[in-house]
């Protein structure tokens, strides 16, 4: 759409004619070395080692003015395996477990009808 403020991701020649790669660049550095050291900073306060220690339990959401959540206890989660062993203990999965097919990624046929109804 030849609307990006910075030249970057345009085809319009006044735009990427000014930009100036070794000075994006650097700053592109500094803002990665930046992001990795607070996420080094927030997994230490959490108490871990290392980012992949990191767990729905350790990122909280806020749900309203008042309640804040933890992901883990907003949302469905399954046992490693259990999607592959066929056998998903928890309601969520168990209702939809039947209706699934492992060729195809089109929904079930009365999902699909309640899609379409809804013009979704």
């Given at each position: 759409?030849?609307?990006c403020p910075t030249g970057?991701?345009?085809?319009?020649?006044?735009?990427?004619?000014?930009?100036?790669?070794?000075?994006?660049?650097?700053?592109?550095?500094?803002?990665?070395?930046?992001?990795?050291?607070?996420?080094?900073?927030?997994?230490?306060?959490?108490?871990?080692?290392?980012?992949?220690?990191?767990?729905?339990?350790?990122?909280?959401?806020?749900?309203?003015?008042?309640?804040?959540?933890?992901?883990?206890?907003?949302?469905?989660?399954?046992?490693?395996?259990?999607?592959?062993?066929?056998?998903?203990?928890?309601?969520?999965?168990?209702?939809?477990?039947?209706?699934?097919?492992?060729?195809?990624?089109?929904?079930?046929?009365?999902?699909?009808?309640?899609?379409?109804?809804?013009?979704?």
């Amino acid at each position: 759409t030849d609307t990006c403020p910075t030249g970057v991701a345009t085809q319009d020649q006044r735009r990427w004619s000014s930009l100036r790669v070794p000075d994006k660049a650097e700053r592109v550095k500094n803002f990665h070395q930046n992001t990795l050291r607070a996420l080094k900073e927030m997994i230490a306060a959490a108490g871990l080692r290392h980012p992949g220690e990191l767990g729905p339990e350790h990122i909280i959401r806020r749900v309203s003015g008042k309640e804040i959540r933890s992901l883990g206890s907003l949302y469905a989660f399954v046992s490693p395996g259990a999607l592959i062993d066929g056998l998903p203990h928890h309601a969520v999965f168990q209702q939809f477990w039947e209706s699934a097919r492992a060729d195809s990624f089109a929904p079930p046929a009365g999902i699909a009808e309640l899609r379409w109804s809804k013009k979704i």
